[in-house]
């Protein structure tokens, strides 16, 4: 079955750590997000990316960093410069120019 | 600034009632508007998909509607179960953002038996 994956579905990290979050698809899908969400409050995207080896910030990129060497694979670096890292983490994918949007089952980080 | 804001932030309903979700959005033209499922600690899952250009859309229990004079969008919940327990994104897509996704902050509905 198609789908995207992301792992772990949790991950702990201790102050001054990068860490890097998974996130696969076998959708053929061209396009990939990495998206954040507090509680109470909307998603908020870090970055995307549309084509392979292109990558563009978005709303809230400081403190990470993202690769897109594969088509299928976007992996997300939590670096030690984002100063609130705890957050539930979304990536989902998308065919350029198209409706639909597929989502991962997310990544928990907590900084202990 | 595109925005979406959804109200109530929270909704406590009994088993088999109905109930209804809404979705204000400030700037328009859109493409299309959609809502999301979203159970705790899971990823959100497509509820239904609207272009400008329609007004209501059903998926089950679930109906969407859409009044683009307005600027709102509600997700009607007939018969509710208890795993209707979830919570409700508005998401839309605006033509001056490149197609990019703007979130609405969520409802969270309770169901209880």
């Known amino acids: 079955d198609g789908g995207i994956t992301q792992s772990p579905k949790y991950l702990f990290r201790k102050e001054g750590q990068n860490v890097t979050l998974s996130c696969e698809q076998n959708?053929?899908?061209?396009?990939m997000y990495w998206y954040r969400q507090d509680p109470g409050q909307g998603l908020r995207l870090i970055y995307y990316?549309?084509?392979?080896?292109?990558?563009q910030k978005g709303d809230i990129a400081e403190g990470y960093s993202v690769s897109r060497e594969k088509k299928e694979s976007f992996p997300l670096t939590v670096t030690s410069a984002q100063k609130n890292p705890t957050a539930f983490y979304l990536c989902?994918?998308?065919?350029?120019?198209?409706?639909?949007?597929?989502f991962g089952s997310g990544t928990r980080l907590t900084v202990v | 600034k595109n925005q979406v804001e959804q109200s109530p932030q929270s909704l406590i309903i009994l088993e088999g009632k109905n109930c209804t979700l809404q979705?204000?959005?400030?700037?328009?033209?859109?493409?299309?508007l959609r809502w999301y499922k979203q159970d705790t600690g899971r990823g959100p899952v497509s509820l239904t998909i609207?272009?400008?250009?329609?007004n209501t859309k059903s998926n089950g229990r679930y109906t969407a509607t859409l009044d683009a004079d307005t600027k709102q969008s509600s997700l009607h919940i007939t018969a509710s179960q208890l795993s209707d327990s979830a919570s409700y994104i508005c998401?839309?897509?605006?033509?001056?953002?490149?197609?990019?996704?703007?979130f609405g902050g969520g409802t969270r509905l309770m169901v209880k038996p």
């Open positions: 989902a994918s998308s065919i350029r120019g198209k409706y639909g949007y597929t």
């Open positions: 959708l053929n899908h061209d396009a």
């Open positions: 990316s549309q084509i392979v080896n292109d990558f």
């Open positions: 979705c204000n959005y400030t700037v328009s033209p859109f493409s299309n």
């Open positions: 609207m272009t400008f250009s329609e």
């Open positions: 998401v839309v897509t605006f033509y001056n953002a490149g197609n990019m996704l703007t």
